[in-house]
T-cell receptor, first 114, second 114 residues
Framework: DSGVTQTPKHLITATGQRVTLRCSPR?????VYWYQQSLDQGLQFLIQ???????AKGNILERFSAQQFPDLHSELNLSSLELGDSALYFC?????????????FGPGTRLLVL | AQSVAQPEDQVNVAEGNPLTVKCTYS??????LFWYVQYPNRGLQFLLK??????LVKGSYGFEAEFNKSQTSFHLKKPSALVSDSALYFC????????????FGKGTTLSVSS
């Protein structure tokens, strides 16, 4: 158990809908990262937050947004969902945003868009 | 741009034999390199990382990896494979520059037969 928690574990929804994925980092970690894992794209970095502020952005679609709250938990919002958004979404956390810091991953949220 | 290559989709090895999972990278400057393992329906678990110093890095569950700067490689090794090592292995690289992301390889499935 990495100490990173994600809810829900599974999510089934329809095209055009909006969902929110939640992540709680390990105790003491200030930096949160979101990744998408799909069969065709592999593991892709979406976005990073550090102590409430956006720090880095990857291949995140405009339909997707995220934020980190004062209690350091983070939410990833996916809107106008398409079939291709079906994937496993991981959250990871690290103590600081420095490159040498180990990122610890949560169990993921499996999203299925029908 | 930074990138990671895992040239083998699958590695098959018999229990008790040594195993190697290959990884090569491309990054400007001195890279930070990581190995993660993913078991079915689970999140990624951190195995080991290279930041600086000794080229041979020891990690969890008896795994080790050797950093080779001239060959830009960071191969994962274990002297004696276990059936329970069967999983999906990811190599990842991060450029030391601020604001960069962890870039993952496509993953290598390790299958250890009894």
């Amino acid at each position: 158990d990495s100490g990173v928690t994600q809810t829900p574990k599974h999510l089934i929804t329809a095209t055009g809908q909006r969902v929110t994925l939640r992540c709680s980092p390990r105790s003491g970690d200030l930096s949160v990262y979101w990744y998408q894992q799909s069969l065709d794209q592999g593991l892709q970095f979406l976005i990073q937050y550090y102590n409430g502020e956006e720090r880095a952005k990857g291949n995140i679609l405009e339909r997707f947004s995220a934020q980190q709250f004062p209690d350091l938990h983070s939410e990833l919002n996916l809107s106008s969902l398409e079939l291709g958004d079906s994937a496993l979404y991981f959250c990871a956390s690290s103590a600081r945003p420095r490159g040498q810091e180990t990122q610890y991953f949560g169990p993921g949220t499996r999203l299925l868009v029908l | 741009a930074q990138s990671v290559a895992q040239p083998e989709d699958q590695v098959n090895v018999a229990e008790g034999n040594p195993l190697t999972v290959k990884c090569t990278y491309s990054v400007s400057g001195n890279p930070y390199l990581f190995w993660y393992v993913q078991y079915p329906n689970r999140g990624l678990q951190f195995l080991l990382k290279y930041i600086t110093g000794d080229n041979l890095v020891k990690g969890s569950y008896g795994f080790e990896a050797e950093f080779n700067k001239s060959q830009t490689s960071f191969h994962l090794k274990k002297p004696s494979a276990l059936v329970s090592d069967s999983a999906l292995y990811f190599c990842a690289v991060r450029d030391p520059s601020p604001g960069t992301a962890l870039i993952f390889g496509k993953g290598t499935t390790l299958s250890v037969s009894s």
